[in-house]
């Protein structure tokens, strides 16, 4: 091989490698173009609804005074039961995983595999659950305790996760030190291993409230649709914001399009609010062992 | 004693699972002493509300794969180039504000994607002349691929980065260039988690309901057309299980019959990405 034949080569070569973090940052980039579009698109729409009716009027059949007030009550109520709900259960779980499971026992991989399984059933599935067992099972009505604790359902498998990895990620040496100075295996857990893991407990089950806030299909299964313009109350009929915004949305009128995008800025700036706590958390409180 | 209620808040997980196969298949199952489990399987109209009533799956089996097609053909190369730039290409610094900025892609509700398919994509389609309805699995099928990005991205990174660093270093040894090591060394190395990234990012989008029920309509047709309204399973059971059909009727069963179909769908995905991840787990951890 030529001397000029091998740097055409290497050219060529440096050409190729162009092109393709070119590809690789385009890939990258699409997904926050439609981000920001969506954004931009939804601020162009919503705008102009986005004011103190939205917060504090009920829904009606004029959009110019309609509002989102029991929606977005109910949303907060769904987001507080759930983490009241979901914390100890999820914590409980991944303690007992981590710490007390024989992880070569059958029925601890079962568990295992099942929660992993759990965590990619789709929420509709869950919202048949609902409909079957709480609602017209166990007759509790379409509730918005109903709803809080079909989300508790649908997000417990992340919750657990993230406790897991968190809980793992406590170096063995301390467990050690707490035992040789006589600590009983639940002393070692409650004060040494939980402690040292609640930044990561924390950030995961932000994120999990931050995706039970939005979730729709579920709600809507277990009779979220209901046209409320009264505050909502834990075992009363209620609907959600993302409900509420699919309603709107649904309707031929542009003016309720335009309140769905107002309604959508409110979600979002909840989820966004929240993904950034988390994210802060993560990054402020992060041990490196 | 603690040990035992550690191990109740275990079973809350297990419970679960027992409450979704018990809520879904027994109702499925009476569905099937009233329907012929054969012609549900194999029937091309889907018709559960006619006075001649017809409970043929196909048409929502179609309009469900319609969709997801889309959505893998944007969600499964956006994602795995995502992740080769995450993974081999950007500082650690940038991977720390890249790869949760990309999840926040995760992390907006899918109602709003909804939204956005149905009052931003459509129009936009329609003004590139495509021909396409008010409702069309197209515009579902892109703005769910954009939703499943971080999903194939995320999966597909943890697998790369687990490629151990001695790998890379032999080729660059023998005189590679970072492309061909990225795809000739890291990318076959790391294949069983991709394709379990591929494999999660599927079935996410075979379960995913509020999109389809808001931009690809809700109208069962037997057809791949991608500018047709189609309705897919989970659009189906949303749309019924909200209207008000009398608990106990067939319609009312339906919701049971077709949730069991897409939930099997989905367990027989999830399982084989499960066990897709332990294998390159065992070989790299």
Known sequence: ?289 | MIKGALFGCALVSVATTVGIVIALFLPAFEFFQEVSFLDYITGTEWAPLFLQASFGVIPLIVGTISVTIWASLIAIPLGLGSAIFLSEYARPRVRATLKPALELLAGVPTVVYGYFALTWVTPHLKDLGLGVGVFNALSAGLVMGVMIIPTVASLSEDAMSAVPRDLRYGAYALGSSKLQVSTRIVVPAAVSGIVAAFVLGISRAIGETMIVLLAAGQQPTLSFDPRQAVETMSAFIAATGAGDVPTGSTEYKTIFAVGATLFVMTLILNFFSIRLVRKYREVYE
Request: glycine fraction near 8%; hydrophobic fraction near 55%.
């Open chain 1, 1 to 289: 091989m030529s001397a000029a034949s091998l740097s055409t080569g290497r050219r060529r070569g440096v050409w190729r490698g162009r092109i393709f973090v070119g590809l690789l940052l385009l890939s990258m980039a699409v997904g926050f173009l439609a981000l920001g579009t969506l954004c931009v698109d939804v601020l162009q729409k919503g705008l102009a609804y986005f004011d103190s009716v939205l917060l504090t009027n009920g829904p009606s059949s004029d959009p110019d005074i309609a509002g989102a007030r029991p929606a977005i009550l109910a949303t907060l109520y769904l987001g507080v039961l759930l983490i009241l709900f979901t914390v100890p259960i999820g914590v409980g779980t991944a303690i007992y995983l981590e710490e007390y499971a024989d992880r070569h026992r059958w029925p601890n991989r079962l568990l295992e595999l099942n929660i992993q399984n759990l965590a990619a059933v789709p929420s509709i599935v869950y919202g048949i659950l609902g409909l079957a067992f709480l609602v017209r099972g166990l007759g509790l009505g379409r509730v918005l305790l109903a709803g809080a604790l079909i989300l508790t359902l649908l997000v417990l498998p992340t919750v657990i996760i993230a406790a897991r990895e968190a809980i793992r990620a406590v170096p063995s040496s301390i467990r050690e030190g707490a035992y040789a100075l006589g600590a009983t295996q639940w002393q070692v857990v409650s004060r040494q291993v939980l402690p040292a893991a609640i930044p990561g407990i924390a950030t995961g089950s932000i994120l999990a409230l931050a995706r039970a806030i939005g979730e729709t299909a579920p709600l809507i299964l277990i009779g979220a649709l209901t046209f409320i313009s009264f505050n909502p109350t834990v075992m009363g009929p209620f609907t959600a914001l993302p409900v509420q915004i699919y309603n709107w949305t649904k309707l031929p009128d542009e003016k309720f399009k335009a309140l769905a995008a107002a309604a959508i800025i409110v979600l979002l700036i909840m989820v966004l609010l929240l993904n950034a706590g988390a994210i802060w958390l993560r990054n402020r409180y992060q041990k490196r062992w």
